[in-house]
């Protein structure tokens, strides 16, 4: 949606009314500035609805001037209007004209318009950087930590919930930043600083991925430069335990969060290549091992796997570290109310998803686990989808519209029109067929809260893919997000600077000139304070 032409009644002497359309003048602050603002979908209508007004407002104004003239006792002859008079006659017709009524749905745009230079330039600055509130959960943080499957929180978005994404989005950031800070240290025994704005949590874990695959030789021959692309071993992410009492309090419980960062290096690429779904060990029990062998084997993408379950030559396994030490935390809070949040951005969604169906049953009495993820792919087939189910790990995926990595591997088909296929009888069988057979028969797991960058003010329209599937786009779009039938909130907090600075070519012209003419320090303001880092345990 294009930025509606509206504006507050005191700035309309910028404007020029002629016949239907609208034209605005240099403005003071851009003059290069000369754009046509017309929304394509209304404009023959609007074009009668304001030569109606016009007219009507021209024949009331002409009426009040001859009035005036005649109390005065004086001729007003058509020659003798002076140009002076043309422009109060047209900015009072302008006045009349009150366009946020003809156009109610600009009102948003209007408010988030650049042309507020104190909002824009608190937007812009990180150290007046808002939250939305933080309110006690009390006794309904299952409902946000999915119990009911997020039912009735989604749409339109609860304030509380969008809280919560946006700080566990924040959490995976953090792990991308530490990681970025040092990305060639890859032992277990290495000390790292998780840098994070909250200070109600603790890195307790630092987490390693490794890749079963191998560069030849010849690769660090000719490019001896690649140095951690070309690691099989890098840090990929933490495990992290709320231990300050009044947030323990606020939440209603002590949170476990597990944070994933996204792909990095040459080799983790190669996995994420590897697409073909391949079985994972079954379960133990005779009962789920019978359920399994009769809806089918549990699959999940053999990158994936090779990442989550291979061991480096210096640190464990994914699998093996995270489950240690989820089960240590466990014993050491024994008696008090637990959960595990699980939080990823893309390949780390995909990973996530395989934590939390490994954490979900490493202890009897497990508490409760739900998956947030940003920009996930499909992981698994349906089997393993019903495998989560079982074992009733939350999953909430946050998903742009314009991000083509939530579509694969697999079909590239949206799951609604999958949705809509199954609903069939004939259709439904076959893919049932397929769903055992295929290589690539993949589905999504759980609840989806889908976002759209073409809702944003700020964001191009057509940003390209990068921006659609870069994790600030999509915490800047949960923070404006309402409703699906609705625009981006007016009130939305998050600072744009780190969006400004990492998408800056997908950012609207108009905005990036605003920004230039307040004389920002992006990299200054985008840059992360020292006291911000908490130090991460060696083990």
Not at 228 to 254: F, H, L, N, P
């Amino acid at each position: 949606m294009l930025i509606g032409a509206t504006l507050p009644t005191t700035n309309l002497h910028f404007f020029q009314a002629r016949r239907a359309s609208f034209r605005r003048n240099g403005s003071p602050l851009n003059p290069s500035a000369n754009l046509v603002y017309i929304q394509t979908g209304k404009t023959e209508m609007t074009k009668r609805h304001l030569s109606n007004l016009e007219n009507l407002l021209q024949n009331q104004s002409r009426k009040s001037q001859l009035l005036d003239n005649d109390s005065r006792g004086e001729i007003h002859p058509r020659e003798s209007r002076s140009n002076g008079s043309k422009v109060n006659r047209g900015k009072n017709l302008l006045e009349g004209l009150n366009l946020s009524r003809i156009w109610p749905e600009h009102k948003v745009a209007e408010e988030m318009s650049p042309r507020h230079l104190n909002k824009l330039k608190k937007l812009l600055s990180s150290n007046n950087m808002e939250y939305s509130p933080r309110n006690n959960l009390g006794s309904r943080w299952k409902e946000y930590h999915g119990c009911k499957d997020w039912l009735g929180l989604i749409d339109p978005l609860n304030e509380n919930l969008r809280r919560e994404l946006i700080r566990y989005g924040e959490f995976i950031q953090a792990a991308y930043h530490c990681f970025h800070s040092n990305p060639a240290t890859c032992n277990e025994g290495d000390s790292r600083k998780v840098a994070w704005p909250d200070k109600s949590y603790k890195v307790t874990k630092s987490l390693y991925a490794t890749s079963s695959m191998g560069l030849p030789k010849w690769v660090d021959d000719v490019a001896p430069d690649l140095g951690w692309m070309t690691q099989r071993s890098s840090w990929i992410g933490y495990v992290a335990v709320c231990d300050d009492r009044s947030e323990i309090k606020r939440m209603g419980r002590r949170d476990i969060v597990i944070a994933l960062r996204g792909t990095a290096t040459c080799l983790e690429w190669g996995e994420n290549f590897r697409d073909l779904l391949v079985q994972i060990p079954a379960e133990t029990t005779e009962i789920e091992s019978e359920s399994e062998s009769s809806e089918g084997q549990a699959k999940v993408e053999c990158g994936f796997l090779s990442l989550f379950q291979t061991a480096g030559v210096n640190v464990p396994s994914l699998a093996e570290s995270v489950v240690n030490e989820v089960q240590r935390l466990i014993e050491q809070y024994k008696g008090e109310s637990l959960s595990i949040t699980v939080t990823g951005h893309s390949l780390g969604a995909a990973l996530a998803l395989l934590v939390a169906d490994e954490v979900s049953t490493c202890t009897p009495d497990a508490p409760p686990v739900a998956v947030f993820s940003f920009g996930g792919p499909r992981v698994g087939n349906r089997s393993f989808a019903d495998r989560l189910n079982s074992k009733n790990v939350k999953v909430l995926r946050i998903v742009n519209n314009q991000d083509v990595i939530t579509r694969v591997p697999g079909m590239f088909v949206s799951e609604e029109l999958d949705k809509k296929l199954r609903e069939s009888g004939f259709v439904s069988g076959m893919l049932n067929v397929l769903d055992k057979s295929m290589p690539w028969a993949y589905a999504h797991v759980g609840t989806e809260l889908r976002v759209d960058t073409r809702m944003s003010p700020f964001l191009k329209p057509d940003a390209d893919v990068a921006c659609c599937h870069d994790l600030e786009a999509y915490l800047h779009l949960v923070d404006g997000y309402f409703a699906s039938n609705c625009p981006f909130r007016a009130n939305a907090k998050r600072s744009l600077t780190k969006l400004l600075s990492e998408q800056r070519p997908n950012i609207k012209r108009l905005y990036t000139n605003k920004a230039k003419g307040l004389n920002l320090n992006l990299e200054r303001e985008h840059s992360f304070s020292t006291h911000s880092c908490l130090p991460s345990p060696s083990s």
